[in-house]
């Protein structure tokens, strides 16, 4: 399963020129406010006819503007998630979920009526209508109805934007069931880093309408490089980890990384599940040897891979641990007295408290290939 997309479309003193390629996961489309994310969807949908481009799903062409091919929304079997539900406030919520099912021609159909409810938790909600539902229940309810139209491609543009940290909170664990049960390929347009850091598979940095950068997010979040366009203080590590136990009477998760071991508050998963944790670099102590006689439950070992620029009074450090890169941003005198360099063999302590809940997403995709021996 793949996907091509080239755009290019101005309007007003705005222009975009952009291209890139996705397969089957969660390909983010990442970028501050105004950087062309929903010009690109929009484009991918059909609802914006661009000035020259061209957008393929499994090799078939849906746009080609030099070839004259434009094939019509409603024929391109694309489903979209926008930022509201956009239910039909009339209809309950069975109706709601019918409504795409009724536009699909029976060939191109899969998945049940009941797989998919079951799928995203709203076997309650179905004779409830929409203005008795919380955000997140609308959101999953408009997933729902995207994916009962068996679309070959999920759009979602920003569908945790509208909603605050609880509710996101829920719904997150629906769209990694998405990206890792069905095998379809997702564009999520996000501006948020911790999003991305949870959900993507791959991640396309747009900024004024270019693509800056794509790669995988541990790559891209660990690249100095790229805080201007994703924030400073957003930059870390995300580490493939396995759960190896709990400790019921802390309330801590044992983790495996491919450089040690981790503990952080209780996943509520069975030992085995695969996970990516995310590790922001300003939570991260560097020292010489394993400390002794801290509250910080967690340290692994590392190597110095690079520092960087020096004109400025916090420095960040990029580190490699087992098989992962991690960043520690520190102080320019620290790094004066403990004499850091390329090469040099520390320690990277981190709390058990500095990984959020919201920090620690299931994903039997980024760990694969770390946790092969027994």
């Known amino acids: 399963m793949s996907i091509d997309v080239g755009i290019r479309h101005r309007f007003g003193g705005f222009s975009i020129d952009a291209a890139f390629s996705a397969g089957t996961g969660l390909t983010a489309l990442f970028g501050r406010s105004g950087a062309g994310k929903t010009t690109l969807v929009n484009a991918v949908a059909g609802l914006l006819r661009p000035e020259q481009g061209r957008v393929s799903v499994e090799g078939e062409v849906l746009?080609?503007?030099?070839?004259?091919?434009?094939v019509p929304p409603h024929k391109r079997r694309i489903g979209y998630v926008f930022q509201e539900g956009r239910l039909f406030p009339h209809l309950s919520v069975r109706q709601n979920l019918g409504f795409g099912r009724w536009f699909t021609r029976r060939r191109h159909r899969f998945g049940s009526f009941a797989d998919?409810?079951?799928l995203l938790g709203i076997g309650h909600l179905l004779e409830r209508r929409?203005?008795?539902l919380s955000g997140g229940e609308k959101q999953r309810v408009a997933i729902g109805r995207a994916l009962l139209a068996s679309p070959r491609l999920l759009l979602m543009d920003e569908p945790l934007a509208s909603?605050?940290?609880?509710r996101k909170a829920e719904i997150l664990p629906y769209i990694e069931r998405l990206r890792d049960g069905l095998g379809l390929p997702i564009l999520y347009v996000s501006h948020s880093v911790p999003e991305i850091a949870r959900l993507a598979t791959t991640v396309v940095i747009l900024a004024d309408g270019r693509v800056e950068r794509s790669g995988p997010p541990a790559a891209l979040m660990a690249d100095p490089d790229l805080f201007p366009l994703m924030g400073r203080h957003e930059g870390g590590a995300l580490l493939a980890a396995r759960i190896l136990a709990h400790d019921p009477v802390d309330a801590l998760t044992e983790l495996e990384v491919s450089g040690g071991r981790l503990w952080v508050p209780e996943v509520d998963a069975p030992?085995?599940?695969?996970?990516r944790v995310r590790i922001r670099a300003r939570d991260v102590i560097l020292a010489e040897a394993p400390p002794v006689g801290l509250s910080a439950l967690n340290c692994l070992p590392a190597t110095v891979v690079e520092i960087g620029p020096l004109d400025q009074p916090i420095v960040d450090v990029k580190l490699v641990s087992g098989e992962d890169f991690m960043l520690a941003r520190i102080t320019r005198r620290s790094l004066r007295v403990l004499a850091l360099e390329p090469g040099r063999q520390v320690h990277a302590v981190l709390k058990s408290i500095a990984v959020g809940r919201r920090d620690i997403g299931r994903d039997?995709?980024?760990a694969e290939g770390h946790f092969e021996r027994s």
Request: hydrophobic share 30%; charged share 25%; net charge negative.
């Open 63 to 70: 746009l080609d503007t030099e070839r004259g091919i434009a």
């Open 116 to 118: 998919t409810v079951e």
């Open 130 to 132: 929409p203005g008795s």
């Open 163 to 166: 909603l605050d940290e609880a």
């Open 271 to 275: 030992p085995g599940t695969q996970l």
């Open 364 to 366: 039997e995709h980024l």
